[in-house]
């Protein structure tokens, strides 16, 4: 079994920064890849990051160039840095581990950006 908890959520104004982690724990073996998603009220959810077991990342075009993905393989968790935040941006974000040929999914951590 995996669990993940993700933690930095928070209320910011517009053009700020926020961090979002991602610590995993339990069977962590054969990790194919990790992600960021959002879902906002009304939304479908969405990738808003992700990072492979290689280290290759991919971003939709709302969020390339101001989110960046990143891993610390030696404490098991995967960051989400996320700056020129805008009020779309406001969600519920939550981060998802592929391994072992399963989907693994957080809590979810709010984000509000304030205009």
């Known amino acids: 079994q995996v669990q993940l908890v993700e933690s930095g959520g928070g209320l910011v104004q517009a053009g700020g920064s926020l961090r979002l982690s991602c610590a995993a724990s339990?069977?962590?073996?054969?990790?194919?890849?990790m992600g960021w998603y959002r879902q906002a009220p009304g939304k479908q959810r969405e990738l808003v990051a992700g990072?492979?077991?290689?280290?290759?990342?991919n971003y939709p075009d709302s969020v390339k160039g101001r989110f960046t993905i990143s891993r610390d393989n030696a404490k098991n968790t995967v960051n989400l840095q996320m700056n020129s935040l805008k009020p779309e941006d406001t969600a519920v974000y939550y981060c998802?581990?592929?391994?072992?040929?399963?989907?693994?999914w957080g809590q979810g951590t709010q984000v509000t950006v304030s205009s």
């Open positions: 990072i492979t077991s290689g280290g290759r990342t």
């Open positions: 998802s581990w592929s391994l072992g040929g399963r989907d693994y």
């Open positions: 339990g069977n962590l073996f054969a990790i194919n890849a």
